[in-house]
């Protein structure tokens, strides 16, 4: 049976007339949907504005609006003050060397294990995969890790937070199922040009998965840079505190920034540019926050993407 030309256009008029579907919610589901979101966001942010305002104004105006969301008679002492230490500036050192220098290794051992791991046909790997997964349920505590850091003559040293956590588990399943997701039809191309597997990871691999590089560098990147216990535990030496710890120390005792040796203390130098030990604190926390802040714009795009398509195969 031929359909004739004016029931096409019979047809074309009931598709363009057809009511369109219904959202799966309706607009007042979304408004409140929409308003716990901004709620939720709100919530996290007015801390940070409250930090933020504190450490640009003056002291009188701190004990004057104690909840202030913007500053009050904007001053940059606070800055001037915590920059002018040798302490805050030595500890930023010592966690950017433990991110940067950490990332990196973090990198090198989660991409070149996770590739072994994709190897579902190499004899051994599934219990190999048993053996990363078994850390994720049973961790090894606390004395058996500084044993082990002792015994390595890592105690008191900036390397430790670089060792200690070197590969994260879940980052490593996570990295192996997206190498577990490339065809392999790619690396027998490969394969048949001559290229060797630390050619094919290197030419083939990495590049096919900047994404979920950048992702895993990412988490390895904060959580190096918002170590605590490890410098808490790990090292004593002062000198070498990591950001985190000496800001610790800032919040609970105003004297940490001159514990080198400085003859006078926080309170008289402040007091001579009318700053407070809140002004202090407030400043070493927005200056601990504000880099890693920096660099989280530049790889959130990745992050979905880098995700998700380890997720499934094929």
Not at 130 to 144: E, R, T
Not at 234 to 244: A, M, S
Not at 275 to 302: D, H, R, W
Request: charged share 10%; hydrophobic share 55%.
């Amino acid at each position: 049976m031929v359909t004739t030309q004016e029931q096409v256009e019979a047809n074309d008029l009931r598709l363009i007339n057809k009511p369109k579907a219904l959202d799966r919610n309706p607009v007042w589901v979304q408004a409140i949907i929409t308003l716990v979101l901004t709620a939720l966001a709100l919530i996290t942010l007015l801390p940070i504005l409250n930090v933020l305002a504190m450490s640009l104004s003056e002291a009188h105006a701190i004990y004057e609006h104690p909840l202030m969301l913007v500053p009050y008679s904007v001053t940059l002492d606070a800055y001037k003050y915590i920059f002018s230490t040798s302490v805050l500036l030595k500890s930023f050192g010592v966690t950017v060397f433990a991110t940067v220098v950490g990332t990196f290794f973090n990198l090198l051992v989660t991409i070149t294990g996770a590739y072994a791991l994709s190897k579902t046909k190499m004899p051994g790997s599934r219990m190999l995969l048993w053996f990363c997964i078994f850390p994720m349920l049973f961790g090894p505590g606390l004395i058996p890790t500084y044993i082990l850091l002792k015994n390595l003559h890592l105690l008191n040293s900036v390397w430790v937070l670089v060792v200690s956590g070197l590969v994260v588990p879940f980052n490593l399943i996570l990295m192996r199922n997206f190498f577990w997701s490339i065809p392999e039809e790619l690396e027998e191309a490969m394969r048949i040009d001559g290229a060797s597997e630390m050619g094919i990871l290197w030419w083939m691999i990495i590049p096919l998965s900047k994404p979920a590089i950048a992702t895993i560098g990412l988490f390895y990147a904060v959580g190096h840079w918002n170590d605590f216990f490890t410098g808490l535990f790990f090292i004593t030496d002062n000198t070498k505190w990591p950001l985190q710890v000496l800001l610790r120390s800032i919040v609970i005792d105003m004297n940490a920034l001159n514990m080198r040796g400085v003859s006078t203390t926080i309170s008289q130098d402040a007091s001579k540019i009318m700053l407070t030990p809140e002004n202090i604190k407030a400043a070493s926390i927005i200056f601990a926050v504000v880099p890693i802040l920096l660099v989280y714009p530049f790889l959130q795009k990745y992050f979905v993407k880098g995700i998700m398509l380890g997720s499934v195969k094929g």
